[in-house]
């Protein structure tokens, strides 16, 4: 009888062994990689539900290409690991210990906005010397969608096209 019970304690430690390595390897630790981590601050975005809808649309993204398709997912649902991933996380998160060689998107809202048009700029930004550096600046891009009875749906498509316009510009 006692052989039975070790056997049995035996089994369940090993499961649990085995169960913890599991985990441990997919853990969304080892899916990000750093210098892969796009931040991105949203700069005069006077509409509250538009800020809501891009910082929803882009924070926790991942992005890479496959079969030359470009793909945007929720990091809580990519399973493999591409050397060209990107990661998008809100500036908000980088509080006061920044790091050399941290990248940044700034999204400044340009002000032109109605139920059918936007205006916006993008530009990037890599953090050296202690300060912002700007690598890049795209300009304004206008952005414009046919939703123009309900502006709900507008803003979730104007959230959209800058969430791609983003990642698309990361890669550039």
């Known amino acids: 009888m006692d052989y039975k019970n070790h056997y049995r304690s035996g089994i369940l430690v090993v499961i649990l062994f085995l169960t913890g390595i599991f985990f441990i390897t997919c853990s969304d630790n080892k899916k990000e990689n750093i210098n892969n981590t796009y931040y991105f601050e949203l700069v005069n ?5 538009l800020k809501k809808a891009v910082i929803d649309n882009l924070t926790g993204k991942v992005s890479y290409y496959k079969n030359d398709k470009l793909l945007i997912l929720s990091l809580n649902y990519v399973t493999e690991d591409h050397p060209d991933m990107h990661f998008f996380k809100n500036a908000d998160e ?3 210990d ?5 990248k940044k998107v700034k999204i400044e809202f340009g ?3 109605s139920k059918d048009s936007i205006t916006y700029s993008l530009q990037k930004y890599v953090y050296r010397n202690n300060v912002w550096v700007k690598t890049s600046d795209m300009g304004y891009v206008k ?3 046919s939703y123009k009875k309900a502006k709900k749906f507008a ?3 104007f959230a959209k096209q800058i ?5 698309v510009y990361t890669y550039n």
């Open 45 to 49: 975005f006077t509409k509250d539900s």
């Open 94 to 96: 980088l509080g006061t």
């Open 98 to 102: 920044l790091k050399p060689d941290i």
């Open 111 to 113: 002000g032109a906005y």
């Open 143 to 145: 952005g414009t969608t």
């Open 155 to 157: 803003i979730e498509e």
């Open 163 to 167: 969430t791609n316009n983003v990642v």
